[in-house]
T-cell receptor, first 111, second 115 residues
Framework: KQEVTQIPAALSVPEGENLVLNCSFT??????LQWFRQDPGKGLTSLLL?????REQTSGRLNASLDKSSGRSTLYIAASQPGDSATYLC??????????FGPGTRLSVLP | EAQVTQNPRYLITVTGKKLTVTCSQN?????MSWYRQDPGLGLRQIYY???????DKGDVPEGYKVSRKEKRNFPLILESPSPNQTSLYFC??????????????FGEGSRLTVL
């Protein structure tokens, strides 16, 4: 059964720093990997979707990479801003199974 | 605008009073799913549906029912709500595109309190 972990569980950084969030998974047979952002009490907003054949995707200040062989994905946020404060989750639909979510990383960017 | 719409967004009810949370998507997605989110437990899947008339249990289906009579709608039914079903509920949808599950889109969430 696919298991997804995210490190760190929480992160606090000063504004302007570049940072990396990690997502690890146990089964490399996956269709894709998706990164979400969730503000407190709100829904999940899709940030990036990486297909299994791709190695990375970029959107603005965000860059996500995928290494299936090592079971890892990283989300890189450049020049962080207070508005980036949220919980970031990764999700994976493994072959023949349903979406599995990581527990999330709670990010605080301090002005 | 492409979206997943849930109603109600907020609901306070009492134990045993049947309720339905509606979910509708306008993207012609085959896949739809319900999750609940609780502090410290993350997102847990309740039920999902791969297409019309096809539903299956997720990780925490007890106390819930679903139906998928139309492609766009996937209501969540609590026949006899109990306080342990107090939670934040999310509906999501995704295109299957004839094969791998694609991008997952979420509704805004429904906060349910059962007294």
């Amino acid at each position: 059964k696919q298991e997804v972990t995210q490190i760190p569980a929480a992160l606090s950084v000063p504004e302007g720093e570049n940072l990396v969030l990690n997502c690890s998974f146990t089964d490399s047979a996956i269709y894709n990997l998706q990164w979400f952002r969730q503000d407190p009490g709100k829904g999940l907003t899709s940030l990036l979707l990486i297909q299994s054949s791709q190695r990375e995707q970029t959107s603005g200040r965000l860059n996500a990479s995928l290494d299936k062989s090592s079971g890892r994905s990283t989300l890189y946020i450049a020049a962080s801003q207070p508005g980036d404060s949220a919980t970031y989750l990764c999700a994976i639909p493994p072959y023949g199974q349903n979406f599995v979510f990581g527990p999330g990383t709670r990010l605080s960017v301090l002005p | 605008e492409a979206q997943v719409t849930q109603n109600p967004r907020y609901l306070i009810t009492v134990t045993g009073k049947k309720l339905t949370v509606t979910c509708s998507q306008n993207m012609n997605h085959e896949y739809m799913s319900w999750y609940r989110q609780d502090p410290g437990l993350g997102l847990r899947q309740i039920y999902y549906s791969m297409n019309v008339e096809v539903t299956d249990k997720g990780d925490v289906p007890e106390g819930y029912k679903v139906s998928r009579k139309e492609k766009r709608n996937f209501p969540l039914i609590l026949e006899s709500p109990s306080p342990n079903q107090t939670s934040l509920y999310f509906c999501a949808s995704s295109p299957l595109a004839g094969g791998p599950i694609g991008e997952l889109f979420f509704g805004e969430g429904s906060r349910l309190t059962v007294l």
